[in-house]
T-cell receptor
Framework: NAGVTQTPKFQVLKTGQSMTLQCAQDMNHNSMYWYRQDPGMGLRLIYYSASEGTTDKGEVPNGYNVSRLNKREFSLRLESAAPSQTSVYFC??????????????FGPGTRLTVT | AQTVTQSQPEMSVQEAETVTLSCTYDTSENNYYLFWYKQPPSRQMILVIRQEAYKQQNATENRFSVNFQKAAKSFSLKISDSQLGDTAMYFCAFTLNAGNNRKLIWGLGTSLAVNP
């Protein structure tokens, strides 16, 4: 039981390049999330997927796209990277429990630098 | 809109002592969950403790406990017998119990240093 896995752990891009961050969870959660974390700004939600087949924008979706490939996998794509997208990216998943609510569980993060 | 406020950007404590981290939140809803997450230097985000708003009893997890004051919208974290491994950023987070989505509203974090 690996929990939430993310690849890659580190990435350096040049401005204008594209890349996809991969995320997978093996906890059978319905909901999955992508966050970015910047110094002094806490965690900000980029996109989320409440269930397989649905995706919605979070607080800071501009410059990103997502795909919920199946229940396990949720990818984040940067089509044309910009220096403002230099950040640490976290994937998380969460699901319902018997009481109706539950926490989110996080992957190890991806440190992305755009030069 | 819901908000979460952590008023202490930085704190420090001596090893083996007790420290309390503050968190307040704002919501007009009645059914929600509160969490404390820990982020050590490794960057991994780790769930420390959770509290369901409908439960009056404060949650505890080993050396970690909360003081949940629903009327005051306060959710503080107490760490007893602090250990060097407790050095981390601590984030308070809130989510409504609504539907299948569990969007978290985050505070900006408190950086805790445990000194030997």
């Amino acid at each position: 039981n690996a929990g939430v896995t993310q690849t890659p752990k580190f990435q350096v891009l040049k401005t204008g390049q594209s890349m996809t961050l991969q995320c997978a969870q093996d906890m059978n959660h319905n909901s999955m999330y992508w966050y970015r974390q910047d110094p002094g700004m806490g965690l900000r939600l980029i996109y989320y997927s409440a269930s397989e087949g649905t995706t919605d924008k979070g607080e800071v979706p501009n410059g990103y796209n997502v795909s919920r490939l199946n229940k396990r996998e949720f990818s984040l794509r940067l089509e044309s990277a910009a220096p403002s997208q230099t950040s640490v990216y976290f994937c998380a998943s969460g699901g319902l429990v018997a009481s109706g609510g539950g926490p989110q569980y996080f992957g190890p993060g991806t440190r992305l630098t755009v030069t | 809109a819901q908000t979460v406020t952590q008023s202490q950007p930085e704190m420090s404590v001596q090893e083996a002592e007790t420290v309390t981290l503050s968190c307040t939140y704002d919501t007009s809803e009645n059914n929600y969950y509160l969490f404390w997450y820990k982020q050590p230097p490794s960057r991994q985000m780790i769930l420390v403790i959770r509290q369901e708003a409908y439960k009056q009893q404060n949650a505890t997890e080993n050396r970690f406990s909360v003081n949940f004051q629903k009327a005051a919208k306060s959710f503080s974290l107490k760490i007893s017998d602090s250990q060097l491994g407790d050095t981390a950023m601590y984030f308070c987070a809130f989510t409504l119990n609504a539907g299948n989505n569990r969007k978290l509203i985050w505070g900006l974090g408190t950086s805790l240093a445990v000194n030997p």
